[in-house]
Nanobody, 115 residues
Framework: QVQLVESGGGLVQAGGSLRLSCAASESIFSINVMGWYRQAPGKQRELVAT???????NYVDSVKGRFTISRDNAKNTVDLQMNSLKSEDTAVYYC?????????WGKGTLVTVSS
C-alpha cells in the first residue's frame, strides 16, 4: 500500500505560481505512472499531468505550456510546477500513482486562484 501525501496548495492570485509536491511512503522507482488529477467544485475529477518511469510526460491541453511535472526517484517525490495560474485552475489537486493494475491516491491539496 503506497501512501501519497500532497503539499504546496494554497491561495494565489491569477498569473502567479505554485509548486505542488507529492511524497510517497516507499520507493517510486517501480511505479509505472505517477501524476496529478484535479477536481473543481461541481465537476468531475480530471487528469492534469502524468509522468512515466522513463520520464515521458503527458498534460491536459488546458495546462500545456504552464504546468510542468517532474519526479525524483531518489526522494520518492513527484512535483507539479504551476505557472501563469488562472481562476479555472482552482480545484483540489490529487496525487496519483499506478503500479500495475493498482491505483493509489492522495487525499488532495486545495489550490485557489483569485482573479
Amino acid at each position: 500500500q503506497v501512501q501519497l501525501v500532497e503539499s504546496g496548495g494554497g491561495l494565489v492570485q491569477a498569473g502567479g505560481s505554485l509548486r505542488l509536491s507529492c511524497a510517497a511512503s516507499e520507493s517510486i522507482f517501480s511505479i509505472n505512472v505517477m501524476g496529478w488529477y484535479r477536481q473543481a467544485p461541481g465537476k468531475q475529477r480530471e487528469l492534469v499531468a502524468t509522468i512515466r518511469t522513463g520520464g515521458s510526460t503527458n498534460y491536459v491541453d488546458s495546462v500545456k505550456g504552464r504546468f510542468t511535472i517532474s519526479r525524483d526517484n531518489a526522494k520518492n517525490t513527484v512535483d507539479l510546477q504551476m505557472n501563469s495560474l488562472k481562476s479555472e485552475d482552482t480545484a483540489v489537486y490529487y496525487c496519483y500513482a499506478a503500479r500495475g493494475v493498482i491505483n493509489y491516491w492522495g487525499k488532495g491539496t486545495l489550490v485557489t486562484v483569485s482573479s
